[in-house]
């Protein structure tokens, strides 16, 4: 998902990510009520927390990954679910209205979503999530003995390539699998903001270094 597009951001050499990255949480409240499938008028009940943050002023309200309904996550689906990494976790934007009766309307951002199949192994992916150069999957496999997996890939080795998945887990729990895939996704995110502060760090050194010698 571009998430330039879905802000507007048009300026050379501006990184939509950054903006997630530091995305001001507000609250969460609970939203019981339905979801609209993307193409056909058909709504989904939906029941669990509706999480508000302010991205780059803006307010912003998003849904878990686990919360979406299995018509429109699973391998019968025709959706390839899209988050956003907010503050390094995954979560689905959405926007949402809510009745005088306090029911939700919830319907998912353009973007958040593709409508197409991505095969890996006979499973077929229904969630993915970019961390930098990683990328995370969740797949359904229905028939399989354990018919949930999640993988990561390395975009930037792939290049022009195929998409080389590795490093599998398997289960038969959906709830658990996509917990699985929240949690390495948010693994990954920690790890590459280590790193870069290491960096950072390093580079920082170097220069008092360089300055002292001179």
Not at 67 to 91: I, R, Y
Request: net charge negative; aromatic share 10%; with cysteine.
């Amino acid at each position: 998902m571009s998430a330039g597009s879905m802000f507007g951001w048009n300026l050379p050499g501006a990184d939509p990510q950054w903006y997630l990255d530091n995305a001001r949480y507000v609250n969460a409240i609970m939203a019981k009520g339905h979801i609209k499938d993307p193409v056909m008028s058909i709504y989904y009940p939906v029941d669990d927390f509706l999480l508000r943050y302010e991205v780059l002023g803006k307010a912003k309200m998003y849904l878990p990954v686990s919360a979406l309904p299995q018509e429109l996550m699973s391998a019968k689906s025709q959706f390839v679910m899209q988050p956003d990494l907010v503050c390094g976790v995954p979560a689905m934007p959405v926007k949402a209205q809510q009745a005088q009766n306090g029911s939700y309307t919830v319907e998912l951002e353009r973007g958040s979503y593709v409508i197409g199949e991505i095969i890996n192994a006979d499973y077929k992916i229904t969630a993915r999530v970019r961390v930098g150069d990683s990328e995370f999957v969740l797949g359904e496999h229905p028939k399989a003995p354990a018919p949930f997996a999640t993988w990561q890939r390395n975009c930037k080795n792939d290049g022009d390539g195929p998409p080389n998945f590795f490093w599998g887990h398997y289960g038969a729990d959906r709830a658990a699998m996509i917990e699985d895939f929240c949690e390495r996704t948010g693994s990954e995110y920690q790890e590459q903001k280590e790193r870069q502060a290491q960096c950072e760090q390093s580079r920082t050194a170097l220069k008092k270094e360089r300055g002292e010698e001179r």
